[in-house]
């Protein structure tokens, strides 16, 4: 017996488009969460900063009474070079704020070393509020020191000139 093959045809035939409803699916989850994400990572932290001026150094006032506190990697306070305990800090400064007569003449600046640790710095922060300091300055370089054991001694006049304090 001859076998004879027989083959189906099929009812349409073959369809070579794409089908687009995956796609579309697919392309509406991505924009939902992409709504969803992007207002959470626009979290700003909104920073003051002071307008400057250029000033030549023969017309800055030199001033010998700022108060500069630096904080070392280390975790010790100085208070113009000279080097104060932590249980010492707010009482030290509080004498030397007491002798300035006019409120707006309480001024502090701070000097952090780059790996001094943040919490002391804000410690320091708070200590300077809490001996009657009306503004406080932070010094993004590093103020020369003055010559050892005098303390609010003048600076060099070459040097880098002091920091202003934001308002």
């Not at 590093?142 to 934001?166: F, L, N, Q, S």
């Amino acid at each position: 017996m001859s076998t004879k093959r027989k083959f189906v045809k099929a009812a349409t035939p073959p369809n070579s488009d794409i089908n687009v409803t995956p796609l579309v699916d697919v392309v509406l989850v991505l924009l939902i969460i992409f709504m969803v994400v992007t207002p959470l990572l626009e979290k700003d932290i909104e920073v003051r900063i002071p307008e400057t001026e250029d000033v030549p150094m023969e017309q800055m006032p030199q001033d010998n009474n700022q108060l500069i506190v630096k904080l070392d990697s280390d975790g010790t306070y100085s208070i113009n070079t000279e080097p104060v305990q932590k249980d010492e800090y707010v009482n030290k400064l509080k004498r030397m704020l007491a002798a300035k007569p006019n409120k707006e003449d309480r001024i502090v600046f701070f000097v952090a070393d780059d790996k001094a640790n943040y919490g002391l710095l804000v410690a320091a922060f708070d200590g300077a509020k809490q001996a009657g300091a009306f503004v406080l300055g932070m010094a993004t370089e590093d103020i020369p020191a003055a010559p050892a054991g005098v303390p609010g001694a003048p600076v060099d006049p070459g040097a880098a000139p002091a920091p202003t304090p934001a308002p």
